[in-house]
Structure formats: C-alpha cells, structure tokens
C-alpha cells in the first residue's frame, strides 16, 4: 500500500477456452466489480483471442483491458507473433516477462527487455515480471536476483516512461503452486526492487507500482496490499472465478479506505 492508486490485475493464462465463457468470466466481473474498480485500478488480460470480445463488455467501464504477452518488432516476418504496435489499438496495457514465457518458451532477461521497450514505445501501459525461483530463493538470493532482472529490464528506460511501468514480483515458486510468499520475504524482496528504481531514477522511482503475485486469494490478498511498498496484486488461478475475483478487489479497497492518510514509503 503506499499513496498510488491500487491496482488488481487478472493473468487468465490459456483461460477460459471458448468465446462464451471468456465473455461470461469478463460480464461476471464487471457485475460484481464495477463498482469497486472505481476505487482500485483492475486489469483483465484475456488470451489475444478473446480480448476483441471482451473489449466489446468492457467499453465505457473502468475495468481496462491486457494482453499477455507481445513481440518487439512491429511487423515482419514473425509467423504466429502479435507485436507491441498491434496491441495497442485494442488494449491499454501488456503483461511481459512473465515466468511462464521465460520457463516454457525460453525468454530471458534480455527478450523480456526489448518487449518492454517496444511496449513503452507504443504507448501501452506494462506489467514487468520478475522474480526467483525456488533455489534462489531456499539459499537467501532472492533480492539479488530481481535486483538484477529489473537493472536488464529497465536497460535504456527514459524517465518519461516511467508512468507506463508497473513491476510485478512473482516467486516463481508461489505461482499456481498455493505456496503463497511470506509477506515479509514479499516486503524485503519488492524493497530491493525499489532500491534499484531509486538508484535509477531518483524519487521518480516512487512514480513506478510495485505488485506481488504467487498464490493470491481473496484470503490473503489484504495481507500484500497492507505491504507500504505493495500496490496492488497480479492473479492467475483466482482470477478466473468473477466471485473470488470481486472478494478480492472489496478486500483490497477495504485496505486503502481503512489506511487514507498512513504515510506511504
Ligand atoms: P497464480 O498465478 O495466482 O495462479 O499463482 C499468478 C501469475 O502467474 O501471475
């Protein structure tokens, strides 16, 4: 929690498999939601499919709109990619880097960066990931591990950009696993993540939010966004449920409704 706006965004992965349900899923949401998504900044981020359909239900409600991924160039011989430039006539934000595409199709820091850059460069808001994997984190490097994912990420990063950035901390462990992090190891990990905004760009870091994502419930959600350097949460597998996902956002607006006024760090 810190004096920005939170921000709740749903990862639907390869979810839900038809039209009609991706529909439902995104009307089931918004009838429970709209509300609340005038108090916390929510994303959804359907597969590439889907995301002209739910375009369609989301047009003229704050509930904004996500792909999962992108491509660095703008057009080309590329079969199958979707790029950046593409993105940006339907959606308003990209998920790039996330530990899936890095551990099933081989991404790495420097692909996540170029996606990055080409994301910003097409006006699109980003979702940064990053974060450890299990033997990592089990020999106490997890902070020196994003700490320099995020120093490749933010690579040649104007100052201007920095509005457009949102950095999610997952534990590559805590996603999809019901391991959720410890919000204390979530606290000092994301703190290191701070500190290397910081060190970039001075009190403008203060500009970029920080979410954590592994394992979110509507049961735990509250105990991140209490987090002073936590704004908000990046969900898969609870995502999916319009129910859960409401229980979510009205846990999250209970914390910054109950904490205006706390001083942010
Ligand atoms: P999870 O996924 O909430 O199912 O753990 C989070 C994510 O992959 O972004």
Redesign the pocket.
């Known amino acids: 929690m810190s004096h920005q706006r939170p921000l709740l965004a749903a ?1 639907w ?1 390869l979810n839900p498999v038809t039209a009609e349900a991706a529909a439902e899923l995104a009307r089931g949401v918004l009838g429970r939601g709209e509300r609340l998504s005038t108090e916390v900044d929510v994303v959804l981020c359907p597969p590439y499919c889907w995301l002209l359909g739910v375009a369609e239900i989301l047009h003229d409600s704050h509930v904004e709109l996500g792909a999962q991924n992108c491509y660095w160039e703008r057009s080309g011989a590329y079969t199958g990619e979707v790029s950046a430039a593409m993105l940006a006539g339907w959606c308003q934000w990209v998920i790039v880097g ?1 530990s ?1 595409r890095r551990s099933h199709f081989g991404e790495t820091d420097e692909m996540v960066a170029r996606k990055l850059a080409a994301a910003l460069e097409s006006d699109l808001n980003v979702i940064a990931c990053v974060g450890e994997q299990a033997d990592d984190f089990d020999s106490g490097r997890s902070a020196d591990t994003v700490a320099r994912q995020t120093d490749v990420l933010l690579g040649e990063m104007e100052l201007h950009r920095l509005r457009q950035l949102v950095i999610a901390y ?1 534990p590559v462990w ?4 019901g391991r959720s992090a410890e919000p204390e190891h979530a606290y000092s990990t994301m703190r290191a993540i701070r500190q290397r905004l910081r060190e970039r760009f001075d009190q403008a870091a203060t500009e970029v939010r920080l979410l954590y ?4 419930k509507a049961a735990n959600v509250a105990a991140y966004v209490e987090l002073p350097n936590c704004d908000g949460c ?5 995502s999916l449920d319009a129910l859960e996902f409401s229980r979510m956002l009205a846990a999250v607006a209970e914390v910054y409704a109950g904490a205006a006024g706390r001083a942010a760090e």
Request: glycine share 28%; no cysteine; net charge negative.
């Open positions: 990862n992965k996330h899936e997952e805590a996603i999809g696993s994502g592994g394992s979110v990046l969900i898969g597998g609870a």
